[in-house]
């Protein structure tokens, strides 16, 4: 997975690389924002993290110049600003998605994960969690290698709730998904009947469905028992 | 506002020691003054006028009367005779009342005729003859005003006598005669000065109301209101005083201005090194085994989130405030759904905290529908986020932190509950000042409540501590529902 990093904080920089390597990415790092707009239109990337306070070009024309030429490539935005500055509105709008500094890594990570993930969504892949192997494109789930038979409202709540993984699905997206149709069959009681039938078919898949009070669910991996 | 308190205390605590004297009360006694001073010369001018021309009238008649005695004795050689008929008598003896009295002599002290004994006239040795001598004096204790009249009579130079006619008058009718033309000119005088009084009152009523309105003005300003006074038709000596201050306004704002901007900037240029810091300590810890340089390395990196968090929070605080949240622009927005799209989000770190956090649907299911409030939707929503981070913060693992939205009359409530061990009644309002933390332990900064409070506040709200029983607090945001 190639990454470009745009940081001109050299310590930033590069403890940002040496974590980015630890996790599995090929990372070039850019100094300023001319070497990241050069290597960007020249080379190939799968994933880019962009400051906005890069000397020489500032990252917010870097993104917009990348983005006339490859418009597919997934961008991470490094900021300074908060989300009450104004200026975050604006880059909201052009960058897939943004981080303020200072973050936790592993933040920094799952959102990268997730933007590659939307930028090549993995149809025909088995999407794993836990023990369940999930297959889009072939309508197949199993666990541990046993297949489960899903009905078409628990194959998309299901797909729902793997597609937002650690995140709540509101009962108002799960509706949706079915139709949108706010009749009796989506009211919520029916969608608790639902969830309670997919938890069952999860048993034993290492994952868990969680009840948000007032919310939602949320697709959560069980932690392992600290034996294994 | 603590400045307004400050100002009315010192206001208050000078007032003992030095008068502070009404500018109205000042030029009232100053214009009336001089009209009081007016009143009095002209009441005592028109008495004497009065006086002087009631004297001259009495006068006049006095001495006519004198004259008209004086004819009716007539000299026959060395001798007098004197015709005065009894009519003549009851003419001049006609009004008792009035106290008319005559006399006619002979100098020295000779009495020829008259009513009653008056004394001689205050005249020098040789009177001047033939014209009448008017003074005043009095008849047994009646004070009276008195015309004398000396003739001479006789042929020869040698035997040459002087004859003394006096009539005289009490003055009480000219005294009644003057105080009636006194009271004739006065009462009329003093209604004016009244109307005077009550115009000019109004006047400079009229004429200060421009300098109550800017004391109003500046009374009821906020401390941090720093825009120009605005003072509508002012006169001109106003308008530069209004215009000074308005200078001093603008230089402190400025100033004002200067250092937000600069603890804005410097929150921002904290934040790439401390991420360096915050990477650098994590890339250690990962590459470390040595157990005790990674409980070392593990402070640091605490330290190092605290302090990232403790500039996320001054720089919220720099953004709550009016100058820079006015900035921030308005809207009208669904702060239930507000609630509920940051709740949602905060799930995955609550839950990382161990803390269930969740909506209160029975709250819902009472009220349903949207619950619009005006105001800077991004600012309301970083005040919801304190006060939701605070309740995971403290309440700890194992606890649950409720979010309720619901409106109440004219306002929409937004509790927080949580079940953790709360804070001690006493130290409620406390919690909302800036840097103070309920315990010393823990990852917060002391400004999480004091934004929130900021926040909400700005948008015409409050926000209140409660302990729940047997364990935990409720944090209650109210803001004004939004007009439909």
Same mark, same amino acid.
């Given at each position: 997975m190639k990454l470009l990093l745009a940081e001109d904080d050299a310590i930033l920089a590069d403890a940002l690389s040496a974590q980015l390597r630890q996790v599995g990415f090929e990372v070039e790092a850019a100094p300023n924002g001319a070497v990241a707009e050069y290597l960007l239109l020249k080379q190939h990337y799968d994933i880019a993290i962009l400051d906005l #306070?890069?000397?020489?070009?500032d990252g917010l024309t870097v993104l917009k110049r990348v983005q006339m030429v490859k418009p597919a490539l997934p961008v991470l935005v490094l900021t300074? /600003?908060? #989300? /009450?500055?104004?200026?975050v509105a604006g880059l909201n709008a052009g960058a897939d998605d943004y981080l303020t500094k200072p973050f936790d890594f592993p933040e920094l990570e799952a959102r990268l994960r997730a933007l590659l993930r939307r930028a090549r969504? /993995?149809?025909?892949d088995a999407l794993e969690m836990g023990r369940l192997v999930f297959e889009r494109e072939a309508h197949r789930a199993s666990i541990g290698g046993e297949p489960i038979e899903l009905s078409p409202r628990e194959w998309m709540l299901l797909d729902l709730l793997l597609g937002q993984r650690d995140k709540v699905v509101t009962k108002e997206q799960i509706a949706q998904s079915w139709g949108a149709d706010r009749s009796e069959a989506s009211g919520p009681s029916s969608i608790e009947v639902y969830v309670h039938r997919v938890r069952r078919k999860l048993e034993h898949s290492g994952l868990s469905i969680r009840t948000v009070r007032g919310l939602g669910y949320l697709l959560e991996a069980q932690t392992p028992p600290p034996s294994s | 506002m603590n400045l307004h308190i400050a100002r009315q205390s010192l206001l208050g605590a000078l007032h003992p020691f030095t008068r502070i004297r009404s500018l109205h009360r000042q030029l009232l006694l100053w214009l009336l003054l001089p009209q009081l001073v007016l009143w009095l010369a002209a009441a005592a001018v028109s008495y004497a006028t009065a006086a002087r021309y009631a004297n001259k009238a009495i006068d006049a008649s006095l001495s006519q009367a004198a004259r008209s005695l004086a004819r009716q004795v007539k000299p026959i050689g060395n001798g007098l005779f004197i015709d005065f008929p009894r009519a003549a008598q009851d003419i001049i003896e006609a009004d008792r009342d009035e106290g008319v009295f005559y006399m006619v002599s002979t100098p020295p002290g000779k009495y020829i005729l008259g009513n009653r004994k008056l004394d001689d006239p205050p005249l020098p040795k040789d009177p001047p003859l033939g014209t009448p001598h008017l003074y005043n004096s009095t008849v047994e204790k009646m004070p009276v005003r008195v015309a004398a009249l000396y003739l001479a009579y006789g042929d020869d130079a040698a035997n040459k006598q002087t004859l003394l006619v006096q009539i005289a008058r009490g003055r009480t009718q000219r005294d009644e005669l003057a105080s009636e033309i006194l009271r004739d000119t006065a009462l009329p005088l003093s209604g004016l000065i009244l109307l005077m009084s009550m115009i000019v009152w109004a006047g400079i009523r009229a004429g200060l109301a421009p300098l109550a309105r800017l004391r109003a003005a500046v009374e009821e300003r906020e401390p941090h209101d720093l825009a120009p006074l605005q003072i509508e038709a002012a006169p001109a000596e106003l308008r530069s005083l209004v215009g000074a201050l308005n200078g001093l306004l603008t230089a402190v704002q400025g100033n004002v201005a200067t250092q937000r901007r600069f603890i804005s900037d410097a929150a921002h240029q904290l934040r790439t090194p401390l991420a360096g810091l915050k990477s650098q300590t994590e890339l250690a810890l990962a590459e470390n085994a040595d157990p005790a340089l990674r409980a070392r390395l593990e402070r640091v990196h605490e330290s190092a989130t605290r302090s990232a968090h403790l500039v996320a929070q001054l720089l919220t605080l720099a953004r709550a405030e009016p100058e820079s949240a006015a900035a921030l622009g308005r809207s009208r927005f669904d702060l239930r759904k507000l609630a509920h799209d940051l709740s949602a989000e905060m799930v995955p770190r609550a839950l990382k905290a161990g803390v269930d956090l969740g909506i209160d649907e029975s709250a819902e299911e009472a009220s349903p529908g949207e619950l619009f409030v005006e105001g800077n939707a991004l600012l309301v929503r970083e005040a919801l986020a304190n006060v939701i981070d605070n309740a995971i913060r403290y309440s700890g693992s194992g606890h649950e932190v409720t979010v309720r939205t619901r409106p109440d009359g004219g306002r929409v409530v937004v509790e927080v509950d949580d079940t953790g061990p709360g804070i001690p009644g006493d130290l409620h309002e406390r919690a909302f000042e800036r840097f103070f933390r309920v315990s010393p332990s823990g990852s917060g900064c002391g400004l999480g409540l004091a934004i929130v409070k900021e926040i909400v506040e700005r948008h015409a709200g409050s926000v209140t501590l409660e302990s729940l029983s047997p364990h935990g607090l409720r944090i209650r945001m109210e803001l004004p529902l939004a007009q439909r």
């Open positions: #306070g890069l000397p020489l070009v300074a /600003l908060d #989300g /009450l500055d104004h200026r969504p /993995l149809p025909a | -």
